[in-house]
């Protein structure tokens, strides 16, 4: 794969992710925004300060500035995953572009966030001691440094064990490996989930699963939409076939 084709590519996956952006702020913005406002409810009802000047109106911060996180975000990931892409190709098993981009999307899903925040869970922006973000930011991306390279490692050893093993042992071995080491490491690692007393269970539930759910529509939408413009890039005669014969 030359140059001219990774940056094609990494060019179409800013733009896929940028597509996927919209739709996980769509989904953010219909059912992330109520959980979050409850927890604004609770701070401004157990905070012991009062009268505070707003910088930023609550309306602007559901609005534009979720948009510009979530956009910004997924054109991010967006470019990281194609470049993955372009190194999976070919080099976990004999996939199209399409089935590539889906694995390498669900792959990013999986470690990224998936994994991390069954350490670490997402919790509503008004909820936690202002004083441990520094901390709990820390320990975040840590997981996902460390799920990230897991996974990688579980990867090579799967491919290790495949000649002697073959490939689907050599793939529940790989997966037995990671999850173990895994285990090992969300336990070793402190905790860092500092949810105030009396916060409503049901608020916080609800909120991490629009966490997960926006998740999963960036990460899905990312993969459907990338497969389709890797294939046109990676194999333009078949795409001009398949149009023909539409």
């Given at each position: 794969?030359?140059?001219?084709?990774?940056?094609?590519?990494?060019?179409?996956?800013?733009?896929?992710?940028?597509?996927?952006?919209?739709?996980?702020?769509?989904?953010?913005?219909?059912?992330?925004?109520?959980?979050?406002?409850?927890?604004?409810?609770?701070e401004e009802a157990n905070s012991h300060?009062?009268?505070?000047?707003?910088?930023?109106?609550?309306?602007?911060?559901?609005?534009?500035?979720?948009?510009?996180?979530?956009?910004?975000?997924?054109?991010?990931?967006?470019?990281?995953?194609?470049?993955?892409?372009?190194?999976?190709?070919?080099?976990?098993?004999?996939?199209?572009?399409?089935?590539?981009?889906?694995?390498?999307?669900?792959?990013?899903?999986?470690?990224?966030?998936?994994?991390?925040?069954?350490?670490?869970?997402?919790?509503?922006?008004?909820?936690?001691?202002?004083?441990?973000?520094?901390?709990?930011?820390?320990?975040?991306?840590?997981?996902?440094?460390?799920?990230?390279?897991?996974?990688?490692?579980?990867?090579?050893?799967?491919?290790?064990?495949?000649?002697?093993?073959?490939?689907?042992?050599?793939?529940?071995?790989?997966?037995?490996?990671?999850?173990?080491?895994?285990?090992?490491?969300?336990?070793?690692?402190?905790?860092?989930?500092?949810?105030?007393?009396?916060?409503?269970?049901?608020?916080?539930?609800?909120?991490?699963?629009?966490?997960?759910?926006?998740?999963?529509?960036?990460?899905?939408?990312?993969?459907?939409?990338?497969?389709?413009?890797?294939?046109?890039?990676?194999?333009?005669?078949?795409?001009?076939?398949?149009?023909?014969?539409?």
């Amino acid at each position: 794969m030359n140059s001219v084709t990774v940056r094609a590519l990494l060019v179409r996956g800013m733009l896929a992710g940028l597509a996927a952006g919209v739709l996980a702020f769509v989904f953010a913005y219909l059912v992330g925004e109520g959980p979050v406002d409850a927890a604004i409810a609770f701070e401004e009802a157990n905070s012991h300060e009062h009268g505070g000047e707003e910088l930023v109106s609550r309306t602007l911060q559901s609005t534009a500035g979720l948009a510009t996180g979530v956009l910004v975000f997924g054109i991010a990931i967006g470019g990281i995953a194609a470049l993955a892409f372009c190194f999976a190709l070919g080099r976990v098993g004999r996939f199209g572009a399409r089935a590539t981009a889906a694995l390498t999307a669900l792959a990013g899903f999986l470690l990224i966030y998936l994994v991390p925040i069954l350490k670490y869970p997402a919790n509503p922006p008004a909820v936690g001691n202002p004083d441990t973000i520094g901390k709990r930011t820390i320990l975040f991306v840590g997981m996902i440094a460390l799920s990230v390279l897991l996974g990688i490692a579980a990867v090579l050893l799967g491919r290790r064990l495949a000649p002697a093993w073959g490939n689907w042992n050599a793939s529940i071995a790989a997966g037995i490996a990671f999850v173990a080491v895994m285990a090992v490491v969300m336990a070793v690692l402190p905790h860092g989930d500092n949810t105030p007393k009396g916060f409503p269970a049901n608020d916080l539930w609800e909120f991490r699963l629009a966490s997960i759910g926006i998740q999963a529509m960036l990460w899905a939408g990312f993969g459907l939409l990338f497969g389709f413009l890797a294939e046109r890039v990676l194999e333009p005669a078949r795409g001009r076939v398949s149009a023909l014969t539409a």
